[in-house]
């Protein structure tokens, strides 16, 4: 045998039936608004689900004002306002034992109330099932590939990628897919998440339901609509009610234990029985669909293990509470689009990917606590307590990583929402004048970095642009001001000064986020940019 041979036979290089640059599993909120975000900013994107489609029971229900915000420079905002619109009239949620008895109404809603001075957009009761289309069809336009009816079989990441086989639903036809990241949407049950190591602290399980779709004329029997209603009788225990988009179409939820009660046992039959101790009369009722899910608290370790990221419930669950947790995924998803795009794109360095862990984790755990005493005071297992506002749980969530440059809080909330860009916030809204249309500040924030300055900060003229062109990083420079001093966009309200400063630059992420406040007095404007970005991005050029 020659010299330097082993007699050893060389493993075969692995081959792929495809590639992509994120792979995406699980086809609801989180994956959906991720594949949709990724696209956007010119990321290859598949995303693979099990389901022969996006769901047909709108279980999560109600977007707020923050999440809106992201949809509105991608054009949808409108989409989903209209998919709302069968739920404008809703407000409240009623107690009672029985749809026709007596209702006792336990809160008035003011989720809805318009903050035209603290955010462009308004609260939209719009449901999992009207807006999952939506994304769906935005992703695919911008060029994602959603495959519904395909399931995750197995995943295997290492240091340069990951590699996942998968199948589908129908044929059982096998692929290889391999990407440079994954994203793990695939939800509280998962598997993902426990492939790369990741465990999930909390008390888990704390509810068993099951969901019923039904068709039925309940006319004289809904004399309004609410939010919501929780019933509660010796039949049915503990269980609620909704409405749908859909006219005569309701979901009817209740609590089991599985132990005594195994899923199987909610026949169309059964559903029906149930149906009319929901009512309190006998009725017509048409069985849809039936479901069952469990409700549970918890939070994962980590977000990240390596090339795989955890978005949406199977990052962290908690109960469906003012709608946050559909509202978190979305938020997570959009967090982490543009750090991968950063990535992928070559003008961040990889370091910026540990942000989104150091980001939303502790948003995640902050909300688990919020969400779990809210639920608790809604059924009357314990008294309301004093927590973070509404308003300030949604637009006044603060980051604390390497993504942002100067952050001084070392908490999720702080007391109240602050009117002045500061580091590691999102930024102050801003109404606009461009062209003679009315635009939001975070209308210019999706797929680059944003820097604002003031009409008179004439120092900082052309150093966005400059800089921009020697990180190769995009970024849109803004000067603002009144349309006779030249203005780039005009500050309708002339308030820009007292929330961004007057003579200092201010840089926005992508997400609308300030990464970095610049000081009145700067000897260098470019050297001062150029030192933010490449520690917001973690560069080492």
Known sequence: ???????????????????????????????????????????????????????????ARGINQRTME???PLG??????????????????????????????????????????????????ADQRSVEPILVDSARARGADVRFGTRCVSTRPDDDGVTTVVEDAAGGARRVVRSRFLVAADGFRGRIRETVGIDRAGPGVTQHWVTFLVRADLAGIVRQRAMFWIVVNDELGLASFLTTSVPDEWAMSVSFDPARTPTSSYTAERCRELARSFLGVDRPVEVLDVAAWEEAVGVADRFRAGRVFLVGDTAHVWPPAGAMGAN????????????????????????????????????????????????????????????????????GQRYRSTATVGATHDTVYGRQLP?????????????????????????????????LTGSAAVRWDGVGSLVARELSVPLRAYRIGSAAAGADLVDVERVFAARYGAAGATLLRPDGYVAWCSPDAVVDPAAALREALRTVLGRAD
């Not at 060389?10 to 609801?28: I, K």
């Not at 069968?86 to 109330?113: H, I, M, N, Q």
């Not at 959009?334 to 939303?360: F, I, S």
């Not at 500061?422 to 809204?429: D, F, S, T, V, W």
């Open 1 to 59: 045998m020659p010299s330097g041979r082993t007699g050893r036979r060389e493993p075969a290089a692995e081959t792929y039936d495809e590639t992509t640059d994120v792979l995406v599993v699980g086809g609801g909120y989180a994956g959906l608004a991720a594949a949709l975000f990724l696209a956007h900013q010119g990321v290859a994107t598949v995303l693979v689900d099990r389901h022969p489609g996006s769901s047909v029971q709108g279980r």
């Open 70 to 72: 992201l949809y509105r």
């Open 76 to 125: 949808i905002a409108e989409s989903i306002r209209r998919a709302g619109r069968p739920f404008d009239d809703e407000a409240g949620v009623v107690r009672c034992e029985a749809l026709s008895a007596e209702w006792t109404w336990l809160l008035a809603d003011d989720t809805r109330k318009p903050l035209p001075e603290l955010t462009p957009a308004e609260f939209v009761m």
């Open 328 to 395: 978190a995924a979305v938020q997570d998803a959009h967090n982490l689009a543009w750090k991968l795009a950063g990535v992928l794109g070559g003008w961040a360095g990889e370091g910026l990917l540990d942000a989104y862990e150091a980001e939303r984790r502790p948003a995640a755990l902050a909300l688990a606590d919020i969400t779990v005493a809210r639920q608790r005071a809604r059924f009357g297992e314990e008294p309301a307590t004093e927590d973070v506002d509404d308003v300030l749980c949604t637009l």
């Open 419 to 451: 009117r002045r860009a500061m580091p590691g916030l999102r930024a102050p809204h801003l109404w606009l004048d461009r062209g003679g249309r009315r635009i939001s500040v975070h209308d210019l924030c999706h797929d680059a970095f944003v820097l």
